[in-house]
């Protein structure tokens, strides 16, 4: 397995990922595309066998130095195998080499193995938000500070 950042060239490979793992909560291709425009030195997919198997990508806001995660997956069969670790270390030290105050994501309460993953990496939770995108939709905020704030 590598890890490598995107090329314009996955964009048909994530989206494919993204609907297969998120159903009707996936990204459209036309926003995992402008992610591609936005982020590109933060943006990492893994790959197996010349396949894609997962993705990660970090957004900062703009005029800031807080950084999001706003997606990552891996294709169920490949996940358990250490492949989320190794994405998540690569965007965690995309926000330390790029002198991040803080890295913060949105996840659901009840996804278990994301949220321990994102806590064996220092991330706590801050916050819980109901109806984040629409109606009954609840998420928690899970926040990263890499320098006192
Ligand atoms: C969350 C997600 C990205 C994790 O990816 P992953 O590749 O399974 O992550 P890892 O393999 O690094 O770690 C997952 C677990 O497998 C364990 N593991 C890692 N390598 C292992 C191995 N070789 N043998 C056995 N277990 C292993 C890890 O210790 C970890 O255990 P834990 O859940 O008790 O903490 C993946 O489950 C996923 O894509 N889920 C669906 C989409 C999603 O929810 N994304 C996050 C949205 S916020």
């Given at each position: 397995m590598s890890i490598r950042k995107v090329r314009t060239s996955d964009l048909q490979a994530?989206?494919?990922l993204d609907e297969k793992l998120f159903g009707e909560e996936s990204f459209s291709s036309y926003s995992i595309r402008?992610?591609?425009?936005?982020?590109?030195?933060?943006f990492f997919v893994a790959e197996q066998n010349e396949l894609l198997v997962g993705y990660a990508v970090v957004g900062v806001k703009a005029f800031s130095n807080?950084?999001?995660l706003l997606s990552m997956g891996v294709s169920t069969p490949h996940q358990k195998c250490g492949i989320g670790t190794t994405l998540l270390a690569a965007c965690d030290d995309y926000c330390k080499?790029?002198?991040m105050e803080?890295?913060?994501l949105s996840t659901s309460p009840s996804n278990s193995s994301a949220i321990s993953l994102y806590r064996r990496f220092g991330f706590e939770a801050e916050?819980?938000?109901?109806n984040y995108n629409e109606p009954g939709?609840?998420?928690?905020?899970?926040?990263?500070a890499y320098i006192s704030m």
């Open positions: 994530i989206v494919q402008q992610f591609i425009n936005l982020f590109p030195e933060s807080g950084a999001w080499s790029s002198h803080s890295c913060r916050s819980e938000l109901r939709d609840h998420k928690l905020i899970m926040l990263k």
